[in-house]
């Protein structure tokens, strides 16, 4: 029996991995190659996010705020707002509805950005480890009538420490431009960190490199999220 589980976690890891794999490739596939970034910044991304327990016990929401530094950290990025609800069908599949609100520091002031977008999350527990595949469509716009959609899936691998609240993981997030002229790889996103939990409350603590392929620019960006559930 125990021998038929581990086959049947290793099966859906293999599956979710080819998936993923497979969706990256076909997005890789017409654009050129780049050369090395040109330009790289240093920022900073804080946020704060409220988790509420609601009824029924298989929904779930986030209501988060965020705060971005960019420039070396000189200078304000932006401010965002996002709202998040999640539905557990099983305790494989999550399904929920994303919107999120930019306020842009340009040089002419800040612009009022929008952005709303379904998602999938799958995942899979293996031991300590839990596996997990999020897939994003979405539709960026300031004017309602020229919209900018993406497609994006974030692969994340997690790792529960026995008996310490610590938990590192990683993950990869390519970006896919929809859309004319074809569907093409736009960036990538590459994560590394530590989860410390206690309760009702827990933080994120990662480095994330930002690769754009559009146009050779990188970022390296620290984060730090906390989160509270309530």
């Not at 038929?4 to 993923?20: A, E, H, P, Q």
């Not at 804080?46 to 070396?72: C, G, H, W």
Request: aromatic share 16%.
């Amino acid at each position: 029996m125990v021998f038929k589980m581990r086959y049947s976690c290793f099966s859906l890891i293999t599956l979710v991995v080819t998936t993923f794999c497979a969706m990256s490739a076909h997005a890789q596939a017409p654009a050129e190659p780049q050369p090395a970034a040109d330009y790289d910044d240093l920022a900073l991304w804080m946020a704060v996010s409220l988790q509420p327990d609601l009824i029924p016990d298989k929904l779930t929401a986030s209501f988060d705020f965020e705060y971005r530094r960019r420039n070396n950290l000189r200078e304000t990025d932006l401010y965002n707002g996002i709202v998040i609800v999640d539905y557990l069908i099983n305790k494989h599949l999550t399904v929920g509805l994303g919107y999120e609100m930019f306020w842009n520091n340009n040089p002419d002031g800040y612009e009022t950005e929008y952005r709303y977008y379904p998602e999938l999350i799958y995942a899979v527990p293996f031991q300590r480890f839990s596996l997990s595949l999020r897939m994003r469509v979405m539709n960026t716009f300031t004017d309602w009538n020229h919209p900018s959609w993406e497609h994006r899936n974030r692969l994340k691998i997690k790792y529960s420490i026995k008996s310490l609240p610590i938990s590192p993981f990683a993950s990869v997030e390519p970006y896919n431009q929809l859309g004319r002229p074809m569907y093409r790889l736009n960036k990538v996103r590459y994560s590394a960190g530590f989860t410390f939990s206690s309760g009702h409350h827990s933080t994120d603590l990662y480095y994330m490199l930002e690769n754009y392929h559009t146009r050779n620019f990188a970022r390296h960006v620290i984060n730090i999220n906390y989160t509270f559930s309530f």
